[in-house]
């Protein structure tokens, strides 16, 4: 069951009863999230000491747990116990105690396992939990209690996430640079490990910034400004320099990237690739094609994206693009030969396109 199934559970009210849960998955914030909404739910506080128990799976053990069960509330009418990456829900063991204790569980107590624990497919470079459903703990929870899977938020799950956070700090964003932010936040690559923790943390940034500001609402420049690397900030500024013949601050700028750390290829690789979308624009709205139609061929994360680097392209021919693009090309196999050095050719090529 997912996260949809579990607000549902605790709007009826059906998830307060004895039976163990389980909450896992590669989101731990939904894990953390969820583990102290039922905490809240059930009318216990952590520092209700007498009532409250939270063990860890590497720490503590089977006879422990149910000790912990088995000691009556104090302060409250119910006991509840968190146990953290119980070991048994990755590591089987079919005759741990604990799983037959949970068959029929006291009135008082609520039993909650809250795993977070992930790792990488070896295959398919996924994060994936690590809870093995082929487990007899998990088998005896899926029977005697109630499982809730916390994945990946689809596009659309995220989108409302996002909104959410940024309505929290006061401003709102339209459907464009919601796309664009989901888009260059890289949460919905297949192998990215941007978790729902960072976003939300980046949206709170975003808000922020944009509230501090004065406004009510997101406005593409606050995407560029707060997105840091992601956005390749310094990119976007470089293209910008070069397009309007600003060279001198174009050659400050990859300075600055020099001095940071950047390589010359890392900057020859950007910067080509850029170009070369920048080429494929023109050349696609030259021919009608629509911006929608135009980020899918190019693969690139959202339509705001594409019309930045769209944008740029109108200071420059198509022949100038390929003058532009051959150079690239040509410094970097005459500094990869040892022709001349990174620095100096880089700080050359930006003078010359």
């Given at each position: 069951m997912s996260y949809k199934q579990l607000?549902?559970?605790?709007?009826?009210?059906?998830?307060?009863?004895?039976?163990?849960?389980?909450?896992?998955?590669?989101?731990?914030?939904?894990?953390?999230?969820?583990?102290?909404?039922?905490?809240?739910?059930?009318?216990?506080?952590?520092?209700?000491?007498?009532?409250?128990?939270?063990?860890?799976?590497?720490?503590?053990?089977?006879?422990?747990?149910?000790?912990?069960?088995?000691?009556?509330?104090?302060?409250?009418?119910?006991?509840?116990?968190?146990?953290?990456?119980?070991?048994?829900?990755?590591?089987?063991?079919?005759?741990?105690?604990?799983?037959?204790?949970?068959?029929?569980?006291?009135?008082?107590?609520?039993?909650?396992?809250?795993?977070?624990?992930?790792?990488?497919?070896?295959?398919?470079?996924?994060?994936?939990?690590?809870?093995?459903?082929?487990?007899?703990?998990?088998?005896?929870?899926?029977?005697?209690?109630?499982?809730?899977?916390?994945?990946?938020?689809?596009?659309?799950?995220?989108?409302?996430?996002?909104?959410?956070?940024?309505?929290?700090?006061?401003?709102?964003?339209?459907?464009?640079?919601?796309?664009?932010?989901?888009?260059?936040?890289?949460?919905?690559?297949?192998?990215s490990e941007k978790d729902l923790l960072t976003v939300m943390n980046e949206a709170y940034k975003l808000g922020t910034y944009a509230h501090d500001a004065g406004r009510n609402r997101i406005v593409s420049q606050d995407l560029t400004d707060c997105m840091g690397i992601t956005l390749r900030k310094d990119t976007f500024q470089m293209l910008d320099y070069i397009s309007t013949g600003q060279k001198g601050k174009a050659i400050e700028l990859l300075e600055q990237s020099f001095s940071m750390g950047e390589s010359a290829f890392g900057v020859i690789a950007l910067l080509t690739g850029q170009f070369e979308i920048m080429l494929a624009y023109k050349e696609m709205s030259e021919k009608g094609y629509p911006i929608g139609k135009m980020t899918s061929i190019l693969n690139q994360k959202s339509d705001w994206r594409l019309k930045k680097l769209g944008g740029f392209s109108g200071n420059w021919t198509k022949i100038q693009l390929m003058e532009a693009l051959h150079k690239l090309y040509n410094i970097e196999k005459e500094i990869r030969l040892g022709n001349v050095s990174e620095k100096l050719g880089l700080t050359v090529l930006v003078s010359q396109i």
């Open positions: 607000n549902a559970d605790l709007k009826s009210g059906e998830i307060n009863s004895p039976k163990p849960i389980l909450l896992y998955g590669t989101e731990a914030y939904l894990v953390d999230f969820y583990a102290n909404k039922l905490i809240e739910t059930f009318g216990v506080s952590p520092e209700m000491s007498f009532d409250f128990v939270s063990l860890r799976g590497d720490e503590t053990d089977d006879q422990a747990i149910m000790a912990a069960i088995d000691t009556f509330p104090m302060m409250s009418p119910l006991k509840v116990i968190v146990v953290h990456d119980y070991q048994g829900l990755t590591d089987s063991n079919k005759d741990a105690p604990l799983l037959t204790y949970i068959e029929q569980m006291p009135d008082y107590a609520r039993l909650i396992f809250a795993t977070t624990k992930v790792k990488k497919d070896k295959m398919t470079g996924e994060t994936q939990s690590e809870v093995k459903k082929n487990t007899a703990a998990y088998k005896r929870l899926a029977k005697y209690g109630r499982v809730y899977e916390f994945g990946k938020l689809s596009e659309k799950e995220l989108q409302n996430f996002v909104a959410k956070r940024l309505k929290e700090t006061g401003v709102g964003i339209t459907a464009e640079l919601l796309a664009a932010f989901i888009g260059e936040s890289g949460y919905l690559d297949k192998s």
